[in-house]
């Protein structure tokens, strides 16, 4: 309930920001932020244009920066961090966890984000650097140095007491580790064990097989499917020797998921999924040139298929009318195919194995709807243009592309990528070529064949 | 390491299992299959085609099914349900979390659903029948019923002593809660506090504010965005009463963010979120024809505008040949911004607050773009078609379609969020046409008062 409120109060902060900010009311606006959590405040600089975003991030309580950081997207963040002192920066990362300073040095030029772990404590730096050591889409980028190990040779109580010593744990830690003398890691003690065994049982007598180890070089997408499919909430690391090195906690992964399901959205848009909701217009116009660029290489192909054509089109206006509705037909219903394919890829339901079944399967949708759409649309323009051979014609060429984008939305996305080309990048754009040209070509084609 | 191994394997097994059924050696299969863990064998069944799919479910141990429905998609999991008897499906019931049984109960025809609940025992069919009574996407819909809960004036030391006599605790539980004699929910205390906390220490002392309690009606994407948001693994569900009702742990969240983006993708090319990659051809065919139609609109409201220019595309067939790289490269540019802003929309970053500014950033960019490939474009023309009226023309409406594309491609999304129409489903299709028919009526309207 107290919740609810809270969430409500984080939507309506924005307009009252965004007001207070317009009406120079700068203290009144410092007094809401510290009532914010961190969390909501970040969300409210995702949500705020950039000239409001610099003056919240100006107001905001340095002591939350680091917090406020870890939540960011990749752009919002960049363009707040690359206005900070190294020394400013070095005292957001106290509090965070390894892995999210990190995440946030990444994205620094190297001579900065030096001179930002020079400002920081020597036990925080080694660990940053560590993490620094692994690729940033790795099991090793992901994960948090900071582990809690015991021997398998004590007590349960021991455990137990050793805790109540420490005092507190890592933020999500749900388990402890069990090394042996190497810090090989030889099982795990998961908390709801902990606390439902006897003081007196010997931790070997109660510890779980930690068969769900990860690899330090396993790709973040892999651990990301490992947890999605065996509902873990946090996982061990080692390296190759055995050794643990770390634990991935699911809250890491969750943003791995959802980047990922993004990443598929916005790349078949053409976009790239870490552009800011409100990047400078240049930035943005330049990125998004890029997708247009190759647009205008597609768009010229389907031109230059109906210059081929050009006598049949000054001879009949009405073919010049018609022929846009076969292509766009193909582009959508191959499209369709596109997505259902690259979903299946992203989650490893298509491999060698069943790609044959696929297409023979979506080859039999693009015939069937071939069939229905050519009946429909070839009554149309004989309803309309009175004429039957351009109806027969226009059938012939739906039927036609139908199948072609059937066929083509399977073979294009999985040859992309055994080409190591994001098919959610590129698969809708040379899906849209293939039925362009397909389909006009054979709409046109045959209308020169036939009528003139 | 065993991990890894594991998961090879798994990979390896769709293309051995295949082989297998088709060569008859069932007993084979029979054998695989129970060394398999059940969230592999429910990748295995979404990876299959239809028919080995079926066999494969026949040789599956149905000890395993609950487990293995559990991670199935809705469509995968309807088409295996739909063939089993009431009391297996009971049985296979046996073992799930309730939240789980309730999601396998609802695809059900009710007579079914209620024969399945009469073979249930009766404690395990009240949880069920209570998470029945919520909606399938709400909090109620998302919860487990299966909750530990103490009162707040008894010492750490009772609460550790009666863990140790339940001997085991539900799934992923990492907290329990603290209610007053009427249920009502007052406070939680995490595992990690449970252990980091003296013994003869109060709950009331050291239990933390339940102010992450979830509203049992709230919706289940706002469920998603808190969970994302504060990094919680777990969370109390309470009643409009404050009485606490249930539990909702993260592992039931990531399906919902997962579904959540992979709707927005499947949406946005006009496909259905739950279809099964090996769904029926008539199954699909149906699915799919509707959005075709759609589309079909689309074509004919293109093919209408160069209609009413019938006599000027008659005169110069260079205009017909030209006349759909306006529309194209609108329809992409829109589209951008469209995937930019649904994003935007689903992770709550756009409000009233902040479209305004976010349309004049939107259209700055279609006007840097437009004025960008306007050049580009009517430099072509100009050297292809040797025509700089017409590299005029082809230049104006290019710069007209790349700016109506950024300001429709903001409003549009933001309309169909107000009218209660999916923005991911509608907004593409929607935006294509007010591009296709500004471009066409733009660049044949500019030719024929020009050249004509």
Redesign the interface.
């Known amino acids: ?4 409120k ?2 409500d109060q984080a ?1 309506l902060t ?2 009252e920001v ?1 007001e207070a900010i317009d009406n120079g009311r700068f203290v009144h606006v410092r007094r809401q932020l510290q009532d914010m ?1 961190p ?2 405040i ?2 409210l600089l ?4 950039r000239r409001s975003r610099d003056v919240l991030w100006q107001l905001t309580d340095p002591e939350d920066y680091g917090e406020i950081l870890d ?1 960011l997207s990749e752009d919002v963040k960049d363009s707040l961090v690359s206005k900070m002192a190294p020394q400013d920066l070095a005292e957001a990362t106290e509090g965070m966890e390894t892995d999210d300073v990190a995440y946030v040095l990444r994205s620094l030029p190297d001579s900065v984000s030096k001179q930002v772990l020079e400002q920081m404590d020597l036990e925080d730096r080694l660990r940053v650097e560590t993490a620094l050591s692994y690729p940033e889409d790795s099991a090793g980028g992901l994960m948090n140095t900071d582990v809690i190990t015991i021997r398998a040779d004590v007590d349960v109580d021991v455990v ?1 007491r050793y ?2 010593i ?4 890592p ?4 388990a402890i580790y069990v090394v042996d003398s190497e810090s090989r890691l030889i099982g795990e003690l998961p ?2 064990t ?5 003081p007196d049982v010997q931790v070997s007598e109660v510890m779980e ?1 930690a ?5 330090v070089t ?1 790709s973040d997408n ?1 651990v990301a499917s ?6 873990w ?1 946090s996982a061990p690391v ?1 390296d190759e020797n ?1 050794q643990l090195v770390g634990r991935i906690t ?2 890491d992964v ?1 943003d791995v ?2 980047e ?3 990443h ?3 790349s ?4 790239d999924d870490d ?1 800011d ?3 400078p ?2 930035k ?2 330049r990125k ?2 890029i ?2 660029g190759a ?2 290489l ?3 192909a ?2 230059s298929v ?2 081929l054509f ?2 049949t ?2 001879q ?3 073919i ?6 076969v ?3 193909g582009g ?2 191959g ?2 195919t ?3 394919v ?3 890829l992203a ?8 790609k044959r ?2 297409l023979l ?1 979506e080859a ?2 693009g015939l ?2 071939g069939i ?2 050519a009946l ?2 070839g009554g ?1 323009v004989v309803l309309w243009k009175g004429n039957w051979l351009l109806g027969g014609i226009i059938s012939a060429a739906m039927l036609t592309n139908l199948l072609v984008a059937g066929i083509a939305g399977v073979t294009i996305p999985i040859m992309l990528k055994k080409m190591k080309i994001d098919p959610a990048l590129a698969g809708g754009m040379a899906l849209t070529t293939v039925t ?1 040209v397909i389909g006009l070509s054979v709409f046109l084609g045959l209308a020169t064949l036939l009528i003139r």
């Open positions: 309930m107290a919740e609810q809270e969430f939507h924005l307009q965004t959590e969390e909501d970040a969300h995702e949500a705020s244009p939540e137990l805790l109540r420490k005092g507190e744990v933020t999500n830690t749900d908390f709801t902990l606390l439902t065994t006897q097989d068969d769900d180890a990860i690899l396993t892999e490992l947890f999605e499919r065996r509902n909430l080692i055995q699911i809250d969750v998921i959802r990922d399901a993004e598929s959205m916005m078949m848009a053409g976009m552009e909701t409100f990047a217009v240049v943005s116009a998004r040139s997708w247009l647009n205008v597609a768009a010229l389907a031109a109906s210059n050009e006598a089109l000054s009949m206006a009405a010049a009318v018609l022929m846009t509705i292509p766009s037909m959508v219903a499209n369709q596109v997505a259902l690259i979903r299946g989650l490893g339901h298509i491999g060698d194995a069943n079944e696929l399967k039999a949708v069937l709807n229905t759409w429909i649309i149309i362009d």
